[in-house]
């Protein structure tokens, strides 16, 4: 039979189209030829993979990727199909894995069997997994060692910063200056050195001659040792002579004359006696203290007043004597009386304590000294009573009178009450 050019043409085409759709397919790594199981995975991110991506078990190549796209339910997760021409069983369980399968970012998806006894049939979805790719795992690896050079670089800049405050203008003069003290140190060192060596070798002969001396004591010692072991036995006879002293009787008279003194000290505590009845009363104190202040004032005023107490004359002419006692004493106008404490080279504050207790002090400056006196008085008694008051604190104290605000002698005043 003979066929015709139009059958051979259409035989051709044919043939063509199918050696075409075959190419098309095992390009895509798909064997039209063989039979396959589909199986499904669902992923949230496939990381970059692609259709005819190999699918491998254990390294071997069983399948491919034939489709990827978006799930129905519009959630963004892909479904990647996997479409296998082994026959080898897959169990429950097994998960496929998009995993990086050189150092130039390729995928593959591994399978990984599940160990359950149930195995999965076709169109079946698989557990997903997502292995890092490998410049997160290059970040992972290099994320410690970049975190430490960070840490580092902290380091550093404060080292740095730390250098730079102490290197400052200051602490380099200051560095160097110690530096400097440190060379004179040395200086002086050796200075001191060759000091000391002078002086070492200049006195040789004065450390012989003291070593000389020390030979010449020890052998003198050493000379005299009967001399010392009879010095020794006096001590000891001086010891045993102390030793046979009555010394416990020297003790009992001690002790008795402590509890004599005992009794003594007893009764005058106990105010037996003139001596206890002193110690002990305090009305006898008070008494005595106080004629002892009613003396003074008697004596201040005979200091002052002398004629009141005492006139004496070798020769009576014939002129009338007049006392002016105590009580004929009157006070007059424009005259006033003043008690002068004290007087110093410098001033005296007008509150020192030893102004205490006494009113009305004033300061006058005269003649380059300070003077301290009392406020005025009017009443000649009134002031004696101070005079006599203050007196015990200043011996030194003087009665001052004036007549009109200025000082007049007492001599003046009293022929002023007289008239």
């Known amino acids: 039979m003979k066929l015709t050019k139009t059958s051979k043409i259409g035989i051709l085409v044919v043939l063509s189209l199918t050696l075409l759709i075959w190419g098309i397919n095992f390009l895509k790594g798909r064997d039209i030829f063989r039979t396959e199981k589909v199986f499904y995975a ?40 996997i479409a296998l021409h082994n026959n080898f069983p897959l169990p429950a369980g097994t998960s496929a894995q998009i995993a990086s399968s050189d150092l130039l970012g390729s995928k593959v998806v591994k399978l990984n069997l599940g160990k359950s006894a149930t195995l999965l049939n076709a169109n079946d979805t698989l557990a997903s997994q997502m292995d890092a790719d490998i410049m997160q795992q290059v970040n992972e690896q290099i994320a410690p060692i970049k975190a430490k050079a960070e840490r580092l670089i902290e380091n550093m800049d404060s080292i740095v910063t730390a250098a730079s405050r102490i290197l400052n203008r200051n602490s380099q003069s200051s560095i160097t200056e110690s530096i400097r003290q440190v060379n004179l140190t ?45 010095i020794m036995g006096n001590f000891a006879t001086f010891s045993d002579s102390l030793k046979n002293l009555e010394i416990n009787k ?79 004493t009157q006070d007059i106008d424009n005259v006033t009386y003043k008690v002068q404490l004290t007087s110093s080279a410098t001033p005296i504050s007008l509150t020192s304590p030893v102004f205490k207790g006494i009113e009305g002090i004033f300061e006058m400056k005269s003649g380059g000294y300070y003077y301290y006196l009392t406020a005025a008085e009017s009443s000649f008694d009134k002031i004696r009573i101070i005079l006599n008051k203050v007196q015990n604190a200043f011996p030194e104290a003087l009665l001052k009178c004036y007549h009109n605000g200025k000082e007049v002698s007492l001599k003046n005043e009293q022929k002023m009450i007289k008239k």
Do not use: C, W
């Open 250 to 328: 020297t003790v009992v008279h001690i002790n008795s004359s402590v509890a004599s003194l005992n009794t003594i000290l007893s009764k005058i505590d106990t105010a037996n006696g003139t001596l206890g009845l002193l110690v002990n009363d305090p009305g006898l104190y008070q008494n005595i203290s106080s004629s002892t202040e009613n003396l003074n004032r008697l004596l201040v005023d005979l200091r002052l007043n002398p004629k009141r107490y005492v006139h004496f004359s070798a020769l009576n002419l014939g002129r009338k004597i007049n006392v002016t006692t105590l009580q004929d």
């Open 42 to 81: 669902r992923y949230k991110n496939v990381g970059g993979l692609t259709a005819t991506t190999l699918v491998t078990l254990n390294g071997l190549k069983i399948g491919y990727v034939r489709d990827i796209y978006f799930a129905e339910d519009l959630s963004g997760d892909l479904i990647v199909k």
């Open 186 to 230: 040395m200086i002086n060192l050796q200075n001191i050195t060759a000091t000391l060596n002078e002086v070492i070798s200049g006195q040789k002969k004065n450390l012989s001659a003291t070593i000389s001396n020390l030979n010449d004591i020890t052998g003198d010692l050493k000379g005299n040792s009967s001399k010392l072991g009879h």
